[in-house]
């Protein structure tokens, strides 16, 4: 009788734990509108529980980053950090930690910032490392982005096509992300800049691929191609990579970022 009791008492606490365990793991999904302003991904966001203010969501930025206007309430900012722009050029900045980084109700995890000698026309930068641990998504046919739980991710994934996503780790700390494309035959691996609209392809890699021109034909996902844009408007720079893939080539569309499993998910508006 009693080794009975016992067993019952040590289901009901593992049943107990169990529930606790999936109650605190779970999370509904969060809906944060966003506006393009200028070609860049911006919405509004909060440090410190303070009245939220606008922040550029860019993909190829590394480091969640404060503005002058916000970088007072960064704390313990007692290394710096080196990176290099697209074009190749150093950038030092100061990283700290804030009390908290909310975008709409979704609050960041990882509260380490950089602190930005500037952020441009937004008071600050939300990168990748923001999404380092959730999938989230883009839809840029609603102008939402989107923090998924499990029942919203799934129907992504029933619905919609999958490429690998390249990521670029540095240090666990900036986080930025990648994939391949196709220009005409040629596959360049792209960062995905969410803070421009347009296409910008490497002088040297454009030249090797004999690609030539304000237009091409088309690109498209190299390992989706369904996923494409006709008559692809592009310009040329010296970058540290083969190319950008700014916001329009997603126009209509929703992108899924799945860091924990490097993929990237493309749905057609609904």
Known sequence: MQAKARRAAGTLLCTVAFAATTTAGARAVER???TNSGGAVVVEASIDRRPAV??????????DRLGPS???LAYDVDRTF?????AGERIDFGIGRVV??????FALGDRTVGIAPNAGPADGVVSAAAFRTVATTLDFHAHELVVEDAESFADRRRTGMSVPLI???DRDLALRLFAWFDFGGRPGLCALDTATDGIVLDKRFAAGAGIAGPALPSVTLRDEPRVAVKGAA?????????????NEFWADRALTIDVPNRALWINAPT
Request: with cysteine; aromatic share 10%.
């Open 32 to 34: 944060i509108p966003f």
């Open 54 to 63: 606008p922040m550029t969501v860019d993909l190829s930025a590394g480091v």
């Open 70 to 72: 916000l970088r007072s």
């Open 82 to 86: 080196v990176t290099m722009s697209a």
């Open 100 to 105: 908290s980084f909310t975008i709409g109700d």
């Open 167 to 169: 990521l670029q780790d």
């Open 234 to 246: 592009v310009t040329y720079a010296d970058l540290i990579y083969d190319c950008e893939i700014g």
